[in-house]
């Protein structure tokens, strides 16, 4: 990729992990994340999977409300309610 020092929406694939040291902003998949918290969900029914496994529902039901709209009404949007994952990632890293 050159000099290029970007945001890279990807999975957790580890050939990606070299240009994340170079510069790189990983940006993960909510496919993905999703998935590792139905796995938790499935083997231990933890309550904190189950409560993100609803918190990510509601996301992709705002983004699938949204679809018509302009980017900039999205941006609108998503800036209102992101703020409590936010909150979340500075808690848990």
Known sequence: MGR?????????SAGYKA?????ITE?????????????????????LADQALHS????YEIERQAWHMSDEERWRIRAKV??????IKQQFG
């Open 19 to 23: 240009s994340f040291e170079q510069g």
């Open 82 to 87: 992101e703020h409590p994952f936010r909150v």
């Open 4 to 12: 290029w020092n970007g945001k890279l929406v990807c999975d957790d």
């Open 56 to 59: 990510i529902a509601g996301l």
């Open 27 to 47: 940006i993960g998949c909510m496919a993905h994340a999703r998935s590792k918290f139905f796995d938790l969900h499935a083997a231990n029914k933890s309550q």
